[in-house]
């Protein structure tokens, strides 16, 4: 299983781009990457998935560079409600366990 | 779409009784099943997949004679806490994916668990 290592926290204000990288020295050739957000007391949400180049949703980019060793979340212009858990998950495929990591804390202050 | 129910939300019980959580995909059948334990301020513990119709695999260190799984059918699976003790206190979640390339988890809602 590929080890992932992220900022233990960040810290931004209201209306900022934040970039929070993921490094996966480790990936394997058939690993997707995949973020996911936490509030306190509920359930992780799927943010956005990708396995190489960069992948664009409505909420989120997801940046990959060719070795794809790290992978970089985008969050346009955020907001108060964007603070919150991220983690960064590497894994996929059928049959494969799902590990997280400890996640990076987003502070989005006023 | 791709919806997953976990209940009960939150749980109070006395030491040495048992608790059942259920979590069940609601509109799609979830070929894998994950349970996860979190304390707070932590991230998220694996504790064990369960394939549909065979016996669950658990992580190193978890009992699987206190934490019961059953995944009787594509749709639900359930996790039994036994004889519940204090330090059994947690945050359970569970999640499912549909097998796909990728392994996208979607996830309950979450169940708090408190052992007096």
């Known amino acids: 299983l590929a080890k992932t290592t992220q900022p233990i926290s960040m810290d931004s204000y209201e209306g900022q781009e934040v970039n929070i990288t993921c490094s996966h020295n480790?990936?394997?050739?058939?690993?997707?990457i995949t973020w996911y957000q936490q509030f306190p007391s509920q359930g992780p949400r799927f943010i956005i998935q990708?396995?190489?180049t960069k992948v664009t949703n409505e909420v989120a980019s997801l940046f990959i560079p060719a070795d794809r060793k790290s992978s970089t979340l985008s969050l346009p212009r955020v907001s108060l409600s964007d603070t919150a858990v991220y983690y960064c998950l590497v894994g996929g495929g059928y049959g494969q366990n799902f590990v997280f990591g400890p996640g990076t804390r987003l502070s989005v202050l006023p | 779409g791709a919806v997953v129910s976990q209940h009960p939300s939150r749980v109070i019980c006395k030491s040495g009784t048992s608790v059942k959580i259920e979590c069940r995909s609601l509109d799609f059948q979830a070929t894998t099943m994950f349970w996860y334990r979190q304390f707070p301020k932590k991230s998220l513990m694996l504790m064990a997949t369960s394939n549909e119709g065979s016996k669950a695999t658990y992580e190193q260190g978890v009992e699987k004679d206190k934490f019961l799984i059953n995944h009787a059918s594509l749709t639900l699976s359930t996790l039994t806490v036994t004889s519940a003790h204090p330090e059994d206190s947690s945050f359970y979640i569970c999640?499912?994916?549909?097998?796909?390339?990728?392994?996208?988890?979607?996830f309950g809602s979450g169940t708090q668990l408190s052992v007096l």
């Open positions: 999640s499912a994916t549909l097998g796909q390339e990728g392994g996208k988890l979607f």
């Open positions: 480790n990936i394997a050739t058939n690993d997707y």
């Open positions: 990708g396995y190489k």
